[in-house]
Nanobody, 126 residues
Framework: QLQLVESGGGLVQPGGSLRLSCAASTFMLDDHVIGWFRQAPGKEREGVSCLGRSGSNPDYKDSVKGRFTISRDNTNNMVYLQMNSLKPEDTGVYFC???????????????????WGQGTQVTVSS
């Protein structure tokens, strides 16, 4: 059974940085779309960033472009989300999700992500 485990969340001041990590057991993350989603209180889960198979075709939510970077470490079967210049509106629980074995990812197709981690809380506040 696949397990995805996120880590790296925390409390940070506006303008600060965090790096989220997603570790997977069983599945090779490089063979699948992997995505980062977030959910703020009272809001629906939204796609933040995703990466296609073999690290191809990264995509980002418009509001995080230029601030967030998604990357893979195939040696350790990890995926990261580097978040810089954080804003209060970035607050939420961040989840990594495993998608289909495809080279193109789509942040609007959350239903395609079959496996999810338990989430890690990110709070941006002064």
């Amino acid at each position: 059974q696949l397990q995805l485990v996120e880590s790296g969340g925390g409390l940070v001041q506006p303008g600060g940085s965090l790096r989220l990590s997603c570790a997977a057991s069983t599945f090779m993350l490089d063979d699948h779309v992997i995505g980062w989603f977030r959910q703020a209180p009272g809001k629906e889960r939204e796609g933040v960033s995703c990466l296609g198979r073999s690290g191809s075709n990264p995509d980002y939510k418009d509001s995080v472009k230029g601030r967030f970077t998604i990357s893979r470490d195939n040696t350790n079967n990890m995926v990261y989300l580097q978040m810089n210049s954080l804003k209060p509106e970035d607050t939420g629980v961040y989840f990594c999700g495993l998608g289909p074995p495809r080279y193109i990812c789509d942040l609007d197709l959350a239903y395609e992500y079959e496996y999810w981690g338990q989430g890690t809380q990110v709070t941006v506040s002064s």
